[in-house]
């Protein structure tokens, strides 16, 4: 009985968006294997739905406040997620001259998925219990200390799409919480700085590459620029009602690179057309709407602010995904939550989601 009356407290809308989102991806993964006769991805990409629905009703069980008072156990999560990037540089094989997965048999495991969702958690207990004197620089250097820490092990694979997902969260959360104008301006000016110096210290060529191609892409256009110029060509050749389902020219003959992880919204417009992509935005907003909805319901800062740090989370990741498929972002390698290929997204994602509902039933 108690689990029928937890079931029921449950935010259902918030569930069948997510699961809607991860159908419209299951379907157009499926497609892409097609032309490949290789569905190993599709498989694993519904043992990862499994985990991660599992572990979030598992976790929706659980009392959220424990997050809130108990310091100690945060930060052992947060060093279990230093230890895991940084081991990356000693067991991770080098792929493409970065070092960023863990391979566990057939299976890629990204540490940084789990410290986002970790540090999404640390600012908002912070941010929670300072939010009056946010203003104060202490505050913001300390916020930024624990963000600065993983980031700077991030640079170091390097993984630019991660690092700039990062940033830009701690922004936003600056913002929500209270942050000063000319704070902010002081933080943008020192960021541009550590992009300059970044570009020499840090990029590999490939991603100096991407950023070239984005600015110029007729520089290059069989070469650096031809990965987004494909996937632009596949949105436009979709229309308003698609090719159909693993008709897509540039999805099924390989013209569109990654198909299934950074280029997967390109692929479903191609297929599915408009029609598709209407689809995706609407089931999309309709989750950042019942997050922010639970969070604004919320009795304590704690729980408003994670679920804020969520939302922003999944808006900047899908902004900049869709925004590298329609060509007015660079290619940094974020993929499309819910909806892209990956076990470590689509898991940590629901684990989330599941604190989130933790929140819903108690608050």
Known sequence: MFIINHLKRLDW??????????????????????????????????????????????????????????????????????????????FAPEIRGTQRWYRLGGISVDPVEYMKLILVIIAAKYFALRHIEVYRIRHIVLTGLYFFVPMLLIAFQ???????????????????????????AAIITVGILVFAVGWSAFLLDYQKNRIISFLEP??????????????????????????????GTQTQYGFLSEPQTDFIFAAIGEEFGFLGISLLFLLFTLLVWRIL????????????LYATGLAALLIVQAFVNVGMNLGFLPIIGLSLPFVSYGGGLLIVTYIGLGILLAIKVRD
């Open 218 to 247: 007729e520089l290059d256009p069989l070469g650096i620029g031809w990965n987004q110029e494909q996937a632009k060509i596949a949105v436009g050749n979709g229309g308003i009602f698609g090719k159909g389902f693993a008709q």
């Open 293 to 304: 909805k639970i969070g604004a319901g919320a009795q304590d800062n704690f729980a408003r």
């Open 158 to 184: 390097p993984d630019l799409g991660s690092l700039v997902l990062l940033g830009a969260l701690w922004i936003i959360l600056l913002l929500v919480a209270g942050i000063r104008f000319w704070h902010l």
């Open 13 to 90: 809308i918030l569930v069948g968006s997510s699961l809607a989102l991860v159908a419209l991806g299951l379907v157009s993964i499926y497609s892409s294997s097609i032309a490949r006769d290789n569905f190993g991805n599709f498989e694993k990409q519904i043992i990862f739905l499994a985990i991660g629905l599992l572990g979030m009703f598992a976790i929706s069980f659980f009392d959220y406040r424990l997050l809130r008072n108990a310091p100690y156990f945060i930060l052992f999560l947060y060093i279990v997620g230093l230890i895991a990037l940084a081991g990356l540089f000693i």
